[in-house]
């Protein structure tokens, strides 16, 4: 079956500081690949997404690059701020046609704090 | 305000005492399901449902019941709560034609004692 994996948590940044947070997934076919963050006390909110290999998510300074051949959408943002601190899941989903095929599978989520 | 409502947020229960989780939503979405946040598994499936009468088994079904009477509401119901239903539970929908992106609901905390 489909399966997601993120790395290993939690990860503590100084602001100002680079970010990479490890996802790589199995899956048949070509799945759209999410990132979700889920702020503390909230659900889940839709960071960014890509639906096809090699396209590019950006949101709010965060970037992940579909990438087929290595099974992978690392989470990357330039420059953390405090305001970031929350838990990101890396997830997939099958869409196409513009039919959803609804689930999503989620990897375990990444704690991440950022101090000033 | 296109969201997703869940009721109630906080919930401590003991073992045995059936309850329900409410679930709406305002979209006129196909697509709702329920899932489970714990530590170390991320969210797991618990049921989802496709239209009105149309109800399946996600990935953890086990203790759990379902049913979709309306479009817009979906409530999860635990017939017989026991400690290992103690999580984070989430509520979420979408439409099934022209979008991939999900709405989830607040959260419920449940704690089962």
Known sequence: GNSVTQMEGPVTLSEEAFLTINCTYTATGYPSLFWYVQYPGEGLQLLLKATKADDKGSNKGFEATYRKETTSFHLEKGSVQVSDSAVYFCALSYFRGGTSYGKLTFGQGTILTVHP | ?113
């Open chain 2, 1 to 113: 305000e296109a969201q997703v409502t869940q009721n109630p947020r906080y919930l401590i229960t003991v073992t045995g005492k059936k309850l329900t989780v409410t679930c709406s939503q305002n979209m006129n979405h196909e697509y709702m399901s329920w899932y489970r946040q714990d530590p170390g598994l991320g969210l797991r499936q618990i049921y989802y449902s496709m239209n009105v009468e149309v109800t399946d088994k996600g990935d953890v079904p086990e203790g759990y019941k379902v049913s979709r009477k309306e479009k817009r509401n979906f409530p999860l119901i635990l017939e017989s709560p026991s400690p290992n239903q103690t999580s984070l539970y989430f509520c979420a929908s979408t439409e099934l034609v022209g979008t991939d992106t999900q709405y989830f609901g607040p959260g419920t905390r449940l704690t089962v004692l």
